[in-house]
């Protein structure tokens, strides 16, 4: 007998989810961006909280490109300016993808955003990393890192400055929470990887870790120029790699993996419908996968959730689900698990 809805997020709550691709940005609680508003000032007046939640979710009637999802991440940005706001939100995003089911959480942002009010990229990130910690002292069983975002839009030559501003906060120097990762995010177009070769070069120069969003908003050719020019070790997104077999090859061949966050995918038109998700060819392949989240507030969705519409939509055995997991773990970019406890 198929299970409920119920017991299928109680099944996945048994296993030790992975989250590899979640935005801070996108997972701040709202209730908490309501009190910073009433606190600090009213980013649009008039509104009651209904009002004001609505701004920061997603709604198919209205909104269907990869720009109307972006125009989400507005009003967040008006609060996280400030450093102990900062810390808050990190800490409560950790609590919350620990009720999800998470035990690895690799949460990723672009600190250049987050500086209008006078904080560095590395005091930025170490708000973050103060707020991950304080939520992994709670629970033993929780790993958490952070994925330094470059802004596409902002340029290669920013995108070098950033990772000298902020290798001093990768994990090694920080009892094991810090940064773990490099990205390049927001519009693809006409921001393409070949921008930013020697980004990804200095990045591997310093150790990064490195993933690429590609394939999103643009052709399998994006895809390939970031696994190609930039050596990306993973890929956000990539669902236009879907439509070209040799690329899904090369993928599998390489365990190149593919960070895959349904909901967000059609939601940024990506894909026309679920069912059209590549997830299935990728994982027939053998490309590896990581099912993800993007952006919980956003998308309106949770990793739990994300995993039991996997399950329904492409008939998911309980071994596929723990072999996604396992995927996932395998994949991370967090390296120093112990000694996290300073
Ligand atoms: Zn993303």
Redesign the pocket.
Known sequence: MPRSKEETIEFLHTLPLADV???FD?AVRPRTLWNLSQTYYSAIPGLDYDGFREKLSYDASRDRTLLDYLDKFHIPLQYTQFFDNIQTIAEEIAEDAYADGVRLLEL?LNPTIHRRAGLTSRQVLTAVRKGLRACVRRHADLEAGIIV?AMRNHGGNMAKILLREVVGEMEQYHSGIGVVGF?I?GPERPFPPVLFVDTYALATTMGFHRTV?AG?DEGPRSVWDAVELLGAERL??ATSAGRDRELISRLAKDGIAV?V?LT?NVQTGAVDRLSDHPLPRFLEAGVPVCL?T??PTVSGVTLAGEYATAIEMFDLSDDDVRRLVNMSRRHTFITSRENRSC
Request: proline letters at 0%; aromatic letters at 0%; one cysteine or more.
């Open positions: 691709h979640r935005h996108g990723r975002i990205d995010a969003h999103e956000g997104h960070e966050c967000s993800s993007d952006n």
